[in-house]
């Protein structure tokens, strides 16, 4: 559905990315492959394998905190490269030559599972605006707290807010299982349907499938049942031929 999701679900990436496979792996182990600052004099480091989920058009990145023997680094951002590396960046300064030093890294979990929450949330809400108006196709998902939405580029139909809410309470009570696999672009399209983007070659995507909805490429961190999200209020708003459903999650 994603358009920027597709980029990062493209199996081509350098660090091994834990949060792919594990949402609820808040420690573990690394190796710093690489330091260095930015343009802008900001500290970062590399991981050989990292549990921080970057940020992109979809996601907040994750924060914590990297430590070794003689260091503890707060971090406060991390980003993707256009190589594919991630770079966490460092609230202070860290000392030098850490490459080769093995670390230990702890996320924030409240800030990961609200991130998750609000990832899951957004393909459930385009899911269910698809269901409920299938000529509506999602091409954008931003799921960050507090101005969380998702786009669809067609004029009409304008779904109803009420029928949304109350499908989607129905599918959360229902506890629907969220479920990620690896599939090649091609298999993908032969099995579900043809994405509304290109996609380079016979690349492998990562796919979310929540309950029976049909799956769509995502990168992001998701939880195991959509039961766990508090309530999701919808807000839906027409303009300039596209339509705009925000919402955000209320307990
Ligand atoms: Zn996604």
């Known amino acids: 559905m994603c358009e920027n999701g597709v980029v990062s679900t493209i199996m081509q990436e350098k660090a091994k990315q ?22 802008k ?10 549990i921080f989920h970057p940020q992109g058009g979809e996601q907040i990145c994750d924060q914590g905190i990297i430590s070794g023997d003689l260091f503890m680094a707060t971090i406060v951002d ?9 770079f966490h960046y460092c609230e202070l300064d860290i000392p030098e030559s850490l490459s080769g030093v093995e670390v230990s890294c702890v996320i924030d979990k409240e800030r ?17 605006v698809e269901e409920i108006a299938p000529s509506l196709k999602a091409t954008k998902c931003h799921a960050f707290p507090g101005e969380a939405y998702v786009e669809f580029p067609q004029a009409s139909p304008v779904p109803e807010v009420s029928t949304l809410q ?4 129905e599918i959360q009570k229902s506890g629907a299982e969220t479920k ?13 349907y043809k994405l509304p983007y290109d996609i380079p070659g016979r690349q492998t995507l990562r796919a979310l ?38 919402y955000s999650l209320y307990s």
Request: glycine share 8%.
């Open 166 to 169: 109350n499908r989607l309470s």
């Open 112 to 128: 990961r599972m609200l991130a998750s929450k609000y990832h899951t949330a957004g393909h459930l809400v385009s899911g269910v």
């Open 18 to 39: 834990l949060y792919l496979s594990d949402t609820y792996l808040f420690e573990s182990t690394a190796r710093i492959t690489e330091q260095g600052k930015d343009e």
């Open 209 to 246: 499938q929540i309950g029976e909805y049909p799956p769509v490429p995502c990168g992001g961190t998701h939880i195991k049942n959509v039961s766990e999200i508090e309530n999701i209020i919808v807000k839906v708003n027409s303009r300039k031929g596209s339509i705009k459903v925000s």
């Open 78 to 86: 991390v980003k993707k490269t256009p190589t594919g590396e991630i």
């Open 41 to 50: 004099g900001r500290s970062y480091i590399v991981l050989d394998q990292t």
């Open 180 to 192: 990620i696999f690896d599939i090649s672009a091609e298999d993908f399209e032969k099995r579900f």
